[in-house]
C-alpha cells in the first residue's frame, strides 16, 4: 500500500466532521494503511472503521451523535486551496477567527489591542500569531496541537502556531464554546486543536513557490514528511524549511506623517517534526518531538524623518517534547500519563537609522517553559437500555514561566505561574435508537467539571451539553459552560509600574479644593500605569443552541447552525487615562485627597520604573521633568496631590458578544464529474464592552473592530485527475468611530481565489508520475485591496483584513512507497 493521500483534500465534505480533541498518541489511530481513495474534487471520504475520531471530550471514541458542542473543521486542503503560504495567513479566512491583538501582519506596526492587553505593540518584536475567536481578544481562545498545551513565545504569550508547516497539518478543529471544563483556563471563546500528519508509511516530498504580482515578494517552502511501521509500532518525521521575502507597499499618511512598515515581514523558518510509538502487550508508550527556528526582520520608516526608522530583527528557537503511557484495559477501561515539557528562547534586537541600520542597545531576550503531567483514565460503571454511561478523569499539574532580561518591561526578571486541577467527565445515554421512542432516536447527557488551584486564585469550571437526535435527518444540541481566563504575565508583572504627575482634567473635584495654579476644573492627578500583580481569573458563562441537518431527501447536504453567547465577567482592562478620571464605574480603583503615607507608598514602591511630571506649573515652570529616582520629586508637587488615578490592568469590565453560525455543505454529481460546495459564517448579533457599572468602553484602542458578518465558501469540482475551483471570502464593512472623529463608513471586502489541481499518475500514463500531483493557485485574483483606512498607521484594518495582495503559487507533490 502507497502512503496515505492526504495531500490537498477537503475535509468539508464530509457530513460528520472530526472532532477538536485528539486522543493521545497511544489511544490514537492514525490514517490507515489502506490507500484513501479521493474524487477528483480533494474531497475526503469517512475515516477508515478501525480509526478513532475524538471529540472535544475526555472520553475518547466517543459517537458524535453524543456531542453537543459545535464543531468545525479545516482540513490541509482547504489551506493549500486558500493560497496562504503559512498557519497564520489562512487562519484569518476562518469566518469564527479575527486577527484579535497578535498578527503577523502589520506586527511592527501600532497597538490595535491595547485596551485589552499590549501583545501587539511587544508584537513588534516576535511577530507570532495567534487564534482569536467570536471577535474577542486572543487571550479568550486555547490553541493546542494534537490536543496538547504549546509553549508560549516572548512577551506576547502566543502559541507557537506560526512555524507550524502546512504540509504537517491535516486538519484544524475548532470547539467554539466554553470549554474549560475539559481544557482548562482560557478556553472561553473555544479551542482550535492543530491535528497533525503522522503517516504510518511511505515519503512525501512537497516544494511551494509563490510571488506577489505587485511587489514581487516571494515565498518558497521545501518539506519531506515520512512515515514506517512495523506489527507493534510506528515511526515518522518531517523536515521543513520556508522562506518569505517581505511584503512592502509604498508609504502612507498617518497623522500627517509619511509612514512606511513591512506588512509581511521577511521570514525564515526551519523545523523538524517527528514520532515513534511503540506496543507492549496493553501498554503502549509514545514520544513526540519538534524543534524550530525562525530568524524575521520588520521595519519601521519615516521617508521624511529617517533618523527614526527602525528595524526589528528577533530570533526564536524553540524544542517540545510530548510523552505518553497507555494501558488499555478491558472494554472502555483505560489509564493515560502524559508528560510534555516545551520551551522557547527569543533575542531581539532594534535597529535605527537607514539602511542598513545601525544597532541600539535595545536588545532582548525571552525564555518561555511550560511543563505538564497529566494522569487520566476513563471506565464504563453501568449499562442503560441505551447504551453504556462513561465516565472519565483525572490530575493534572502545569508550570509555565517567563524569564527575560527586558527589565524595562518587568523591572524584574520575569515570573512563574502553577496551576493544579482536577477534572471529570460523565456520558449518559438517556434514549437510544433500539428503544424506539417516537422523535427520539438518541438523547444524550453530558457533564463535565474541572477545579483549577492557580495559586494566586481558583476557578471552577462546569459544563452540560445535551444532544437529541430527532431521527436520521434532524438533531439539536445545546451547552452551557462556566470557563475562566488566567490574566496573562504582561498583565500581571508585564510592564514595570511608573509613576506621573499631571496638571488634567478631573470630574470628581470638589470645586472647593480648585486649586488656583491649575486652570477651572483641573487637579494635581498622579497616574499609576503598568502592570497588576493583583488581577484575579476572569469568569465567563457561554450558551450555545444548535440544530444539525441532514436531509435524506437531499443526498450530500448536510447544514450545521447554531446561535452562542459569552458573557465574560471581572475582564481585565487598561483604563485609558481619560476615562479614569472622568467614569463613576473606575473610581473605585481612585483615591481622592489621598493621605501622604498612600502617596508615599506607592512613589517609593521598588518595582516603578521612572516617575515624570507634565504641565505642573509651580513645579520647574510647567516644563516636563524625568526624576531618575524618587527622592529627586520636589515636596512642592508631592504635597499637592489632590487624586490618585490607578491606570494599571484591571478586573473591572463585563465583556459579551452573541451570533449566529452556519455551515453548509454540498456534494453532487455535476457535468459527468464531482462537485462540491462548502459555506461557513458567522453573524455577530452584538459585541460589547462595559465596565460594571455599565459604561461603554472601547473595546480596542484604535480603529480595528470585529465586522459583524464574514463568509467563507469554496466550490470544487473535478473529474479523471483534474480539479478546480474557486474560495471567496467576504468581511462586512463597519463603522470607524475612535474618539475625537466623524465616524466613516469602512466598505465591505470581497477576495477571490482560482485553484487548478492535476493528478499526474492519473492524467498520463509516465510511471515516473505516478503518485504527483501540481497545484496552481491564485489568491485574490482580483488584487483588491483591503478599505483604506484613515490616519492609520498601516492604512487598513488588520483586525479583518489581511495585506492579501495578489499572489500566484504553484504546488508540486510526489509520494513514494507503500
Do not use: C
Amino acid at each position: 500500500m502507497r502512503f496515505s493521500n492526504i495531500g490537498y483534500i477537503a475535509i468539508f465534505a464530509s457530513v460528520a466532521p472530526a472532532a477538536a480533541q485528539e486522543a493521545p498518541p497511544a489511544a490514537q489511530t492514525e490514517q490507515s494503511d489502506t490507500k484513501v481513495e479521493e474524487s477528483a474534487t480533494g474531497a475526503t471520504p469517512a475515516p477508515p472503521a478501525n480509526d478513532i475520531v475524538v471529540t472535544g471530550s475526555l472520553i475518547r471514541g466517543l459517537p458524535r451523535e453524543f456531542v453537543a458542542s459545535p464543531v468545525f473543521s479545516y482540513g490541509q486542503g482547504d489551506i493549500v486551496r486558500s493560497g496562504a503560504g503559512s498557519v497564520s495567513e489562512y487562519m484569518l479566512s476562518i469566518p469564527q477567527n479575527f486577527t484579535g491583538d497578535l498578527s503577523d501582519f502589520g506586527s511592527s506596526a501600532s497597538s490595535i489591542g491595547s485596551t485589552l492587553g499590549s501583545g501587539t505593540t511587544n508584537n513588534q518584536y516576535d511577530g507570532f500569531a495567534s487564534f482569536a475567536l467570536r471577535g474577542l481578544a486572543s487571550d479568550a481562545t486555547l490553541t493546542l496541537l494534537n490536543g496538547r498545551r504549546m509553549a508560549s513565545v516572548g512577551m506576547v504569550e502566543s502559541p507557537t502556531v506560526s512555524v507550524i508547516p502546512s504540509a504537517l497539518i491535516e486538519r484544524i478543529d475548532i470547539i467554539s464554546d466554553g470549554a474549560s471544563a475539559t481544557y482548562g483556563a482560557d478556553a472561553v471563546a473555544g479551542v482550535v486543536n492543530i491535528v497533525t500528519r503522522k503517516p504510518k508509511n511511505g515519503l512525501e516530498l512537497r516544494v511551494r513557490g509563490a510571488t506577489t504580482t505587485a511587489t514581487g515578494s516571494k515565498n518558497w517552502e521545501a518539506s519531506a514528511l515520512a512515515g514506517h511501521s512495523w506489527a507493534t509500532g510506528s515511526v515518522y518525521g518531517m523536515a521543513m524549511y520556508q522562506k518569505r521575502s517581505a511584503f512592502i507597499e509604498d508609504p502612507i499618511v498617518a497623522s500627517n506623517t509619511k509612514l512606511q512598515i513591512t506588512q509581511l515581514p521577511d521570514e525564515e523558518i526551519s523545523g523538524f517534526y517527528g514520532g515513534v510509538r511503540q506496543e507492549a502487550g496493553d501498554f503502549s508508550v509514545s514520544i513526540d518531538a519538534s524543534r524550530f527556528q525562525r530568524d524575521r526582520n520588520a521595519i519601521r520608516n519615516y521617508p521624511d524623518f529617517p533618523r527614526y526608522n527602525r528595524l526589528y530583527k528577533t530570533r526564536t528557537t524553540g524544542y517540545s517534547i510530548n510523552g505518553n503511557t497507555h494501558w488499555q484495559g478491558n472494554g472502555a477501561t483505560s489509564i493515560d500519563l502524559n508528560i510534555d515539557y516545551g520551551q522557547n528562547r527569543t533575542n531581539s534586537s532594534l535597529f535605527s537609522g537607514v539602511p542598513p541600520y545601525s544597532p541600539t542597545s535595545t536588545k532582548y531576550e525571552y525564555r518561555n517553559t511550560l511543563f505538564v503531567a497529566e494522569l487520566s483514565g476513563q471506565t464504563e460503571v453501568a449499562t442503560l437500555p441505551a447504551g453504556p454511561v462513561l465516565v472519565a478523569g483525572g490530575l493534572q499539574y502545569r508550570v509555565e514561566t517567563l524569564r527575560t532580561d527586558a527589565k524595562i518591561f518587568f523591572n524584574r526578571n520575569g515570573g512563574t505561574r502553577k496551576a493544579k486541577s482536577a477534572f471529570g467527565e460523565v456520558s449518559v445515554p438517556i434514549v437510544g435508537p433500539e428503544q424506539g421512542v417516537p422523535l427520539v432516536r438518541s438523547l444524550t447527557l453530558s457533564a463535565a467539571a474541572r477545579y483549577e488551584d492557580l495559586g494566586f486564585d481558583d476557578a471552577l469550571a462546569p459544563k452540560v451539553g445535551l444532544r437529541w437526535q430527532v431521527d436520521r435527518s434532524i438533531a439539536l444540541r445545546g451547552t452551557y459552560a462556566r470557563s475562566f481566563l488566567v490574566p496573562r504575565f504582561r498583565d500581571t508583572i508585564g510592564i514595570a509600574e511608573q509613576v506621573s504627575f499631571w496638571n488634567y482634567p478631573y470630574a470628581f473635584l470638589d470645586p472647593a479644593d480648585q486649586n488656583p495654579a491649575l486652570p477651572a476644573g483641573n487637579a494635581l492627578v498622579m497616574f499609576r500605569a503598568g502592570s497588576n500583580p493583583d488581577l484575579k481569573t476572569q469568569k465567563a458563562d457561554t450558551f450555545t443552541l444548535g440544530v444539525d441537518l441532514t436531509p435524506t431527501f437531499i443526498p450530500g447536504l448536510s447544514i450545521k447552525a447554531g446561535y452562542y453567547r459569552i458573557k465574560i465577567s471581572d475582564r481585565v482592562v487598561t483604563p485609558s487615562q481619560d476615562d479614569s478620571v472622568s467614569s463613576p464605574d473606575l473610581q473605585v480603583f481612585n483615591t481622592r485627597n489621598p493621605t501622604r503615607a498612600q502617596i508615599d507608598s506607592i512613589v517609593n514602591n521598588p518595582t516603578v520604573f521612572r516617575w515624570f511630571t507634565s504641565d505642573i506649573p509651580f513645579v520647574n515652570g510647567g516644563v516636563d521633568a524625568i526624576y531618575s529616582s524618587a527622592s529627586e520629586i520636589p515636596e512642592a508637587l508631592l504635597s499637592q496631590v489632590q487624586a490618585i488615578a490607578d491606570i494599571r490592568s484591571q478586573n473591572f469590565a463585563v465583556e459579551t458578544t452573541d451570533g449566529i453560525d452556519l455551515d453548509l455543505a454540498y456534494r453532487t454529481n455535476l457535468l459527468g464529474g464531482d462537485a462540491s460546495v462548502h459555506l461557513t459564517g458567522q453573524y455577530i448579533l452584538d459585541l460589547s464592552l462595559k465596565a460594571a457599572g455599565g459604561t461603554a468602553i472601547s473595546r480596542l484602542d484604535g480603529y480595528a473592530q470585529a465586522a459583524d458578518l464574514r463568509l467563507n465558501g469554496t466550490f470544487i469540482w473535478g473529474r479523471g485527475g483534474f480539479s478546480g475551483g474557486t474560495v471567496v471570502n467576504y468581511v462586512d464593512g463597519f463603522t470607524d468611530n475612535r474618539a475625537g472623529r466623524a465616524p466613516r463608513k469602512i466598505s465591505a471586502y470581497t477576495t477571490a481565489s482560482l485553484f487548478l489541481g492535476f493528478d499526474l499518475g492519473r492524467l498520463t500514463s509516465s510511471s515516473w508520475l505516478a503518485n504527483s500531483e501540481v497545484q496552481l493557485v491564485v489568491a485574490n485574483v482580483f488584487d483588491q485591496r483591503p478599505p483604506t483606512i484613515v490616519d492609520a498607521v498601516l492604512g487598513y484594518d488588520p483586525y479583518n483584513n489581511p495585506p492579501n495582495p495578489r499572489t500566484i503559487g504553484l504546488v508540486l507533490t510526489k509520494r513514494f512507497g507503500r
